[in-house]
């Protein structure tokens, strides 16, 4: 070994030049001139402090004192002075590369020595000298083949152990056949049971999708089914999230996997309080079970979708009808309805049935009612919508103008108060017809007449579009009317109507007319107000109604009255003029005097003559709020003004049975003597002439 390292060593000494075979040199400098326009211009700014130090007159003597030479002194002494500096490097750094030139060359011998002994050893096996790669110095030393290698222990096979491991292969063999069996069988049944469970889940889809339900792909989860049970005209907060993925339990049924919207059971419940305490209150629903089938269920999830955009939605409202009496907080909505009554909308989870404080006693205004009027309003909302996206050509310039709270409190609180005043006009109207029956009127009567229909919603022949539906159903639910007919004498008329508001403000109005209301009404702007013209001009008009010059209403269509109790006011004064105007008239008549006539005196209309005696007509209210005629009488009792009082009320006559036309002609007759005043016309002392 030591010859054939000592014949390496020569062989490298003979085919080695005497210089280092490795060398480190340092990277070769190039030109030094600037490769881009910003490599110049940073180089400028180093070495001349920016262009603005730069002056042609430099420029030019620098180019001729380059001409003439002076610059290669300048780059000679550079040099000399990197000669210099390359000179006074550390030896140490110098000796690092020879040391490191020195572990190369050392590397490369062991690794030439390992190549030549292992094909030394492989010549032995393969003895062809062109395929052995062994070095020409150690081939011409040591020859081919004369390394070799051998086993220390033979191994030896009989044929017992061929058969036994001829048998241990076979059983291997088996038992790998039997694992497959195994697992093909259980495979089989676990694909037999997985079909079965899948035949149930699908099952439970496609009864979903045969009961009209919309079954699609989840948006954010491809490979997975879903339905979606909510409206697509809903708000984005809850359209976006009305779809649920169909899981499959455990035993193979199918079931939702609810969201924020639609988990769980919920139902919007009106309750109505009176001092505290329940008197009316919404049904409730059972819970749908669990096991309840899967059609039942997303059923059960629109419908609690649907009241919690709902409760979304009258939330919204609520902040703003602040001036209404109504005040929301986290859990209820409540609307001070009066002094002692509330109404409360609240959210509730679904248990047991829950109808106990049911209790509908006015139909119109019961909680029942309310329930069911906010879900059409919300179905009606969605209409809306649809319609506006269908037919809208362009979209709207504010987005949030297209997503304006619904009118569904407002319309509440305006049929409330619709109901609460009609019923109060109805009132005051039969009362007031009854009371002038006793006085003897026998011509006047009221009735009312039901909510007119639009021309256009009446049935036609033309084919009815949906707009046409929106447009009735909007026309029913947003203008409730209610119009009265109040006859006083043959010749005077009055017709009201009442109907709602409920954009911009809350409220009930009422138009006055002398003429009958018709559902396209022509305007008028003449002192009668009449709302309609007749069709038919060849028809006889009807006589001249004196309320028209003596007490004309308001424009029924341009300035309604803003609440009842104007309206009530001004139908009072118009029927006391024109109850008047008749005594008037029919005392003259009978009397056979044309100096009896009616005027408007200090304390109000009256029959007077010339003799300035006077028969005051007044309705006022006694102290438990019923309806009083008072008929107040003066005249010349020789030197004195003797005064006299009549009442007549809707349940009695008048203290001696008299009536008010009697009344009337004995008081310009001067049948009258002065007589002191009864208790019930003291106490209407201060109320008449108001």
Not at 296 to 314: G, I, K, P, S
Not at 489 to 518: D, M, Q, W
């Amino acid at each position: 070994m030591d010859g054939l390292r000592s014949s390496k060593r020569r062989k490298l000494d003979m085919t080695t030049p005497n210089t280092t075979p490795f060398s480190l040199r340092p990277w070769p400098i190039g030109d030094k001139k600037p490769k881009t326009l910003g490599e110049f211009i940073s180089r400028v700014n180093i070495e001349r402090g920016g262009f603005r130090n730069v002056t042609e007159a430099q420029l030019r003597e620098e180019i001729a004192a380059q001409e003439e030479g002076r610059v290669e002194v300048e780059e000679s002494s550079g040099s000399d002075q990197e000669e210099e500096a390359e000179a006074d490097k550390p030896n140490d750094v110098i000796a690092a590369r020879e040391e490191f030139a020195k572990s190369i060359e050392v590397a490369s011998q062991h690794a030439a020595l390992a190549l030549d002994f292992i094909s030394l050893l492989v010549s032995k096996e393969k003895p062809q000298s062109h395929e052995a790669p062994v070095s020409h110095a150690l081939r011409e030393l040591v020859g081919i083949g004369t390394l070799g290698a051998s086993k220390l222990n033979q191994l030896t096979t009989t044929d017992a152990r061929k058969q036994e491991n001829r048998a241990v292969a076979t059983g291997w063999r088996l038992k790998g056949i039997n694992n497959m069996v195994d697992s093909v069988v259980s495979a089989a049944d676990k694909l037999e049971k997985e079909m079965e469970l899948e035949a149930k889940y699908w099952d439970d889809v496609l009864s979903v999708s045969e009961s009209g339900w919309a079954v699609c792909h989840v948006p954010t989860q491809g490979h997975t089914l879903g339905v979606r049970f909510g409206f697509s005209e809903s708000a984005p907060e809850f359209k976006n999230s009305s779809i649920a993925p169909l899981r499959r339990n455990d035993d193979g049924s199918a079931r939702l996997d609810l969201g924020p919207v639609g988990r769980g059971s919920q139902r919007v419940r009106v309750t109505r309080k009176k001092n505290g305490r329940i008197i009316d209150q919404s049904p409730l629903p059972g819970r749908t079970p669990d096991n309840a089938p899967l059609h039942d269920r997303v059923l059960e999830a629109r419908n609690t979708a649907f009241h919690q955009e709902l409760w979304y939605e009258m939330n919204r409202e609520a902040r703003t009808l602040l001036s209404s009496e109504v005040y929301p907080d986290a859990t209820t909505i409540v609307w001070k309805r009066d002094s002692q009554t509330e109404i409360i909308f609240t959210l509730e989870d679904l248990a047991e049935p829950d109808n106990a404080y049911e209790h509908i006693s006015n139909i119109q205004c019961s909680c029942t009612a309310y329930y069911i009027y906010i879900q059409f309003l919300l179905f009606q909302g969605h209409r809306q919508n649809y319609h506006k996206r269908t037919t809208s050509t362009h979209l709207a310039n504010n987005r949030a103008a297209m997503q304006q709270p619904y009118a569904i409190l407002r319309a509440v609180i305006a049929n409330s108060e619709y109901f609460r005043d009609c019923k109060r006009v109805a009132d005051f109207l039969e009362d007031l017809v009854y009371t002038l029956k006793r006085a003897g009127i026998s011509t006047a009567s009221c009735k009312s007449a039901s909510q007119p229909l639009m021309p256009a919603l009446q049935a036609s022949p033309t084919r009815r579009t949906p707009k046409m539906e929106l447009n009735f159903i909007n026309h029913l639910a947003g203008r409730l009317e209610s119009v009265f007919e109040l006859t006083i004498t043959p010749e005077a008329k009055l017709y009201a109507r009442g109907r709602i508001v409920i954009i911009p403000y809350i409220g009930v109005l009422f138009g006055v007319s002398l003429t009958p209301f018709y559902p396209h009404p022509i305007h008028n702007n003449n002192n009668s107000n009449a709302s309609a013209m007749d069709i038919d001009e060849d028809k006889e008009k009807p006589p001249p109604n004196p309320i028209a010059l003596s007490y004309p209403p308001s424009d029924p269509f341009k300035e309604p009255y803003p609440n009842t109790g104007e309206a009530i006011y001004y139908i009072k004064q118009a029927a006391i003029r024109a109850v008047v105007q008749k005594l008037a008239k029919d005392t003259a008549d009978k009397l056979g005097r044309d100096d009896i006539e009616w005027g408007e005196t200090a304390r109000g209309p009256g029959v007077v003559d010339r003799e300035d005696t006077e028969a005051r007509v007044d309705v006022a209210e006694d102290a438990r709020g019923r309806l009083v005629l008072v008929l107040d009488a003066q005249w010349q009792h020789g030197a004195n003004v003797a005064t006299r009082r009549w009442t007549w009320r809707a349940d009695r006559d008048a203290e001696d049975g008299e009536t008010l036309a009697d009344v009337v002609r004995n008081v310009m007759r001067g049948a009258y003597a002065p007589a002191q005043a009864s208790a019930l016309a003291l106490a209407l002392g201060n109320t008449a002439g108001h």
